[in-house]
């Protein structure tokens, strides 16, 4: 699927063999050609000559990975792949097709952006695709957007940016300015896939050969909706009680106890990563996305034991917005000594991104199931914790503040940290006491 690759030999290495049916198209527009554009319908006929096709698009529903989706493959060989409003009348079809059969739908983006020759009613037409978009992303319908080489202006941001996951070719050129339009020292490397995922905009980099089993194994995932909440996972590091508040500290804080890595690997066949807070921001210490248990999907978002970043709330304040679109259970996993601090981090809005992920947490219309499996740091930890469905691992902890710096506010020298943690309350067996958390998790069965 490298650059020059025409729709339909993107759609037979894409799509089961033998599956994808053309959907019937829409009648042609009034006014195909709005504006008069010179020699605009001999241009057309010559794409189609060159392409086979008689519009930038090819829609159609076809299985990919077992899945049947509608699938809409731009042609870039048809006038760069650019967006008229023929297109806008197939891609229109075509979402409403997925929502009267209750399908996911798949865009294959390559394109230039808007068609010039038919002016403004060229650039409308992001206007009804993203109006395509919301429409299937209420009725619960999931999108998965593959961009290639080139993506670029209204289709990067509508139909890829848009999506619910992003996935990308290596070394595609993404972004919302073309490499005509864009300033003259503009760095070239900040307009590919691999730089769109360090910011955050696309959720995988697949190459080629491995894309219709990365596809696949995505829309298996989210097409699974559910309503029983995710298990509590057992318990993988130590499962005695600790005696004293700084002994629980301690343990939560020891290097070699089973972080959210360890934890995910156990309790899913599977998984698959929903990467950045698509706003520029990644933050490796929380990992979100969707994982297969026990012929189930379940949606997770997990601390690593790091001060969350602002990026990683507002990951997992996307994480949970979907999996309650598509109706999935969600499992979060609290290991953070607290909320990133810095500078930086208030540059970047610490505050409004914690808000939103409260807020996420409080709306969600599907089960949220927590475990504390490390430091549960003050507010910071919180945020990610379900309101009534919140367990604790045995070597973990939760505090309304770290000990040392409940002592350094009540003016106590550093030495008191120790005596500070035993009067926080902040044990698992005193957790469970204070109705702070449901229970304790128990340990794997022998």
């Given at each position: ?9 993107v759609?037979?290495a894409?799509c ?38 008689s ?7 076809a ?12 042609e ?19 979402h ?12 294959v ?12 009613i ?8 993203a ?20 993506t ?7 139909l ?7 996935l ?23 307009y ?13 980099v ?5 894309l ?76 979100c ?14 601390q690593c ?8 709330y ?19 996993l609290?290991d ?15 505050g409004?991104?914690?808000a ?5 947490l409080?709306?969600a ?22 309101p ?15 000990p ?15 005596q ?27």
């Amino acid at each position: 699927m490298a650059d020059g690759t025409g729709a339909r030999d993107v759609l037979d290495a894409l799509c089961d063999p033998g599956t994808f049916r053309g959907l019937p198209l829409p009648p042609p527009p009034e006014r195909p050609d709005p504006l008069g554009w010179p020699d605009y319908a001999g241009a057309r006929q010559r794409a189609a000559a060159r392409t086979g096709e008689s519009e930038s698009v090819v829609t159609g529903t076809a299985a990919v990975g077992g899945t049947t989706t509608v699938v809409i493959a731009f042609e870039f060989g048809y006038l760069g792949g650019s967006l008229g409003q023929e297109t806008g009348d197939r891609i229109e079809a075509a979402h409403a097709y997925a929502r009267a059969h209750r399908l996911p739908v798949v865009p294959v983006v390559a394109t230039g952006g808007s068609r010039m020759q038919e002016g403004m009613i060229a650039l409308t037409q992001l206007q009804r695709v993203a109006r395509q978009s919301a429409l299937t992303r209420a009725a619960g319908l999931p999108q998965i957007a593959v961009v290639r080489d080139p993506t670029t202006g209204g289709g990067w941001a509508t139909l890829g940016a848009g999506a619910d996951l992003t996935l990308a070719l290596p070394d595609a050129q993404i972004g919302f300015a073309g490499s005509r339009v864009r300033p003259p020292d503009a760095d070239p490397a900040a307009y590919t896939a691999q730089a769109q995922l360090r910011a955050g905009a696309v959720d995988a980099v697949v190459p080629p050969g491995e894309l219709r089993a990365a596809l696949g194994r995505r829309l298996r995932l989210l097409t699974r909706p559910s309503e029983a909440p995710a298990p509590v996972p057992y318990a993988l590091g130590r499962t005695d009680l600790p005696a004293t508040g700084w002994e629980a500290v301690q343990r939560a804080r020891a290097p070699r106890r089973p972080r959210a890595g360890a934890y995910l690997d156990a309790y899913f066949t599977y998984r698959e990563e929903l990467r950045g807070d698509r706003a520029g921001g990644v933050d490796d210490g929380m990992l979100c996305g969707f994982g297969e248990r026990e012929g189930r999907t379940l949606a997770y978002a997990a601390q690593c034991g790091t001060a969350t970043t602002p990026a990683g709330y507002r990951t997992a304040t996307r994480l949970l917005r979907l999996a309650g679109r598509l109706g999935i259970p969600v499992l979060t996993l609290v290991d953070t000594p607290g909320a990133a601090s810095g500078d930086a981090a208030e540059r970047a809005g610490a505050g409004p991104a914690i808000a939103e992920l409260f807020l996420a947490l409080a709306e969600a219309p599907v089960p949220v199931t927590t475990l504390v499996v490390g430091e549960g740091g003050s507010g910071g930890a919180l945020a990610l914790a379900a309101p009534g469905r919140t367990w604790v691992a045995p070597d973990a902890y939760f505090s309304v503040i770290a000990p040392e710096l409940a002592a350094a506010i009540l003016k106590r020298p550093a030495d008191r940290a120790p005596q500070t943690a035993d009067q926080l309350g902040l044990r698992p067996q005193d957790l469970v006491e204070l109705g702070v958390v449901r229970g304790i998790a128990e340990p794997p069965p022998a």
